[in-house]
């Protein structure tokens, strides 16, 4: 497998977590809650600090996790879907967040348009930096929360429940941290976007589940890799049906995929599938050569990444 560059110390921080059963459209309504605990749904995370705050946690626990000195960080990608959630993070906050975690040196570069889907964007555009040798190092942190009524914690067409958090990772030259990322795919499909209404809502998800299909035997060709050769597939976090489908699409066996945290914590956006990551190194055994699939999605974006353990 070639290797185009590694990913180190990811660190997280979550809100605070809360059973779904004190959401509001929930507490009240015992068959409803039921559908969501059966498809995995226990737990969700509120955050009552901001979204800025909870960018520089996971931050500071990254550069506590890492060799990597602040003053050699090239770059800090700031990954978010912020316009469309009911806050604004603006150029003041981010110099804040820089010259509160001592990243003096730092370019920060912002990463939005892809929803659900912005760590791929986020890793694309950090490999990107890293193999034409724009940044030698690079901080990519990716934070989102939900502002306002319960309500918006829905996951619209899903039995799952939105999330607030941060996590964070330092991308470098292949061979320097603990996994490397192998290649990615990263899709964007107006036309999927366009069937995203209640009127074409089979048509659309059988148009993303044949994509994710198609993008996963690529990348697993480019890799010179079969199912059998991927020890584990990461997903966002939705609903327990929802996520085996995905892991299925890929040729995998459901047993393969990844779902703790469905039950723990729900679906923290685009931060899902590195938060996954994390926990499974740390709670299994992982030899190096390992590989990892990961799959990503949006209205309109569909991606996957192949990561090896070092």
């Given at each position: 497998?070639?290797?185009?560059?590694?990913?180190s110390a990811?660190?997280?921080?979550?809100?605070?977590?809360?059973?779904?059963?004190?959401?509001?459209?929930?507490?009240?309504?015992?068959?409803?809650?039921?559908?969501?605990?059966?498809?995995?749904?226990?737990?969700?995370?509120?955050?009552?600090?901001?979204?800025?705050?909870?960018?520089?946690?996971?931050?500071?626990?990254?550069?506590?996790?890492?060799?990597?000195?602040?003053?050699?960080?090239?770059?800090?990608?700031?990954?978010?879907?912020?316009?469309?959630?009911?806050?604004?993070?603006?150029?003041?906050?981010?110099?804040?967040?820089?010259?509160?975690?001592?990243?003096?040196?730092?370019?920060?570069?912002?990463?939005?348009?892809?929803?659900?889907?912005?760590?791929?964007t986020g890793?694309?555009?950090?490999?990107?930096?890293?193999?034409?040798?724009?940044?030698?190092?690079?901080?990519?942190?990716?934070?989102?929360?939900?502002?306002?009524?319960?309500?918006?914690?829905?996951?619209?067409?899903?039995?799952?429940?939105?999330?607030?958090?941060?996590?964070?990772?330092i991308l470098?030259?292949?061979?320097?941290?603990?996994?490397?990322?192998?290649?990615?795919?990263?899709?964007?499909?107006?036309?999927?976007?366009?069937?995203?209404?209640?009127?074409?809502?089979?048509?659309?998800?059988?148009?993303?589940?044949?994509?994710?299909?198609?993008?996963?035997?690529?990348?697993?060709?480019?890799?010179?890799?079969?199912?059998?050769?991927?020890?584990?597939?990461?997903?966002?976090?939705?609903?327990?049906?929802?996520?085996?489908?995905?892991?299925?699409?890929?040729?995998?066996?459901?047993?393969?995929?990844?779902?703790?945290?469905?039950?723990?914590?729900?679906?923290?956006?685009?931060?899902?599938?590195?938060?996954?990551?994390?926990?499974?190194?740390?709670?299994?055994?992982?030899?190096?050569?390992?590989?990892?699939?990961?799959?990503?999605?949006?209205?309109?974006?569909?991606?996957?990444?192949?990561?090896?353990?070092?």
């Amino acid at each position: 497998m070639k290797k185009i560059a590694s990913l180190s110390a990811i660190e997280y921080d979550l809100g605070k977590s809360q059973p779904i059963d004190t959401l509001d459209f929930l507490k009240n309504d015992q068959d409803k809650l039921n559908i969501y605990k059966k498809a995995g749904s226990n737990y969700f995370a509120a955050s009552e600090i901001s979204n800025i705050d909870l960018c520089f946690n996971a931050i500071e626990k990254t550069l506590n996790a890492t060799s990597v000195k602040k003053d050699a960080i090239d770059v800090v990608l700031y990954v978010s879907e912020n316009a469309t959630r009911g806050y604004s993070i603006n150029i003041i906050d981010v110099n804040k967040l820089l010259l509160k975690a001592g990243l003096n040196k730092a370019l920060p570069i912002g990463i939005s348009l892809s929803d659900c889907a912005n760590i791929i964007t986020g890793l694309q555009v950090g490999v990107s930096m890293i193999a034409s040798g724009m940044a030698n190092n690079v901080l990519l942190v990716c934070s989102d929360m939900i502002t306002g009524e319960d309500e918006k914690r829905k996951v619209e067409r899903d039995t799952s429940i939105f999330s607030d958090g941060a996590v964070s990772c330092i991308l470098s030259k292949p061979g320097n941290g603990d996994f490397d990322i192998c290649s990615l795919i990263n899709e964007n499909l107006p036309s999927l976007w366009a069937m995203n209404s209640e009127a074409h809502k089979h048509e659309y998800s059988m148009e993303k589940f044949k994509t994710i299909h198609r993008i996963s035997r690529a990348i697993l060709k480019e890799n010179m890799l079969t199912t059998a050769n991927i020890k584990k597939v990461f997903t966002s976090n939705y609903s327990l049906p929802t996520n085996k489908l995905f892991v299925k699409m890929t040729g995998c066996k459901a047993d393969k995929g990844f779902y703790d945290n469905i039950g723990r914590f729900g679906h923290t956006l685009a931060g899902d599938i590195l938060i996954n990551l994390k926990n499974f190194y740390e709670d299994n055994t992982i030899n190096s050569g390992d590989a990892f699939l990961s799959l990503v999605d949006s209205h309109s974006t569909c991606g996957a990444i192949v990561f090896c353990k070092n």
